[in-house]
């Protein structure tokens, strides 16, 4: 009879065992999101002090309110969340409000900070993204304002117990964050359908000055004793054919042919 001191033993042991089973793909799929996350929202590389920009990434545009950021000479960022369709900065948003109704009764300040909400439409960069196992979370950096730059972490929350796939991952960060369209890339596919198009007009151009530099085809002559056929072959059919005993008219729009005995006879 197996004790239960060894039955729970060996219960361990299979879930140890099928931890480690799982481990493996879980970390392929982080991989894999990762990549995909950091192709999407391309890492920008900052100054050891935070101070400027050595290599610029993406340009982020925020799709939501109240994302809170602390400047970056503030020991470490404020960590907001995205769980639910909503943006909240939890405790540090406390911290915040507490600053600004000053000292409460019995307890000091707390330590002052200097703060910044930015709002839907501001702009920004992510200079780190982890991948988590209940969440992904960018680490984003501002532009100089007034002189500060800011910076915070932005933790986007699986749902509890759930493991979204990458493509759910990517459009709920998606519903926060959008990567502003390169304007050099713009401009220089403008510059290409421009070019193009000037091309084709210069094209066409060319073919008609080509067109008007040759000379005019003189229009062509009705000779004395010329057959049918051959007034037929120079100036076509006529639109109508009167005949007159051994003559025989060609009527044309402009003019009239007259043939006697099968050959030209007069012109008008």
């Known amino acids: 009879m197996v004790s239960r001191r060894a039955l729970e033993s060996i219960t361990v042991v299979a879930i140890l065992f099928s931890c480690l089973g799982a481990r493996p793909c879980q970390a392929d799929q982080a991989v894999g999101l ?20 050595v290599t610029a990434g993406s340009v982020l545009i925020l799709e939501k309110d109240r994302l809170l950021m602390y400047a970056t000479t503030t020991g470490s960022p404020p960590q907001n969340t995205y769980k639910d369709g909503k943006l909240s900065a939890g405790a540090f948003a406390a911290h915040e409000k507490a600053q600004s109704f000053g000292t409460f009764i019995g307890h000091p300040p707390p330590k002052t900070v200097t703060t910044r909400y930015y709002v839907t439409g501001e702009k920004f960069w992510v200079t780190r993204i982890d991948t988590l196992a209940d969440g992904v979370v960018f680490t984003l950096f501002t532009d100089a304002v007034s002189d500060i730059r800011y910076y915070c972490t932005l933790k986007f929350v699986y749902p509890h117990g759930a493991t979204p796939s990458a493509d759910q991952v990517l459009n709920m960060v998606g519903e926060v964050l959008k990567v502003q369209q390169d304007d050099s890339a713009a401009a220089d596919n403008k510059g290409d359908q421009q070019q193009a ?11 008609a000055a080509q067109q008007d530099a040759q000379p005019a085809q003189p229009p062509p002559t009705i ?46």
């Open 223 to 268: 000779q004395m004793g010329q057959t049918e056929d051959e007034v037929v072959g120079m100036i076509g059919q006529p639109e109508k054919k009167i005949v007159l005993g051994s003559k025989e008219i060609f009527v044309y729009k402009d003019i009239k042919v007259t043939f006697i005995g099968g050959k030209v006879a007069d012109v008008q």
């Open 34 to 53: 990762q990549k995909q996350l950091e192709t999407k929202y391309a890492i920008t590389k900052t100054t050891a002090d935070k101070t400027d920009i």
């Open 197 to 207: 198009a000037g091309g084709q007009d210069q094209g066409q151009q060319q073919q």
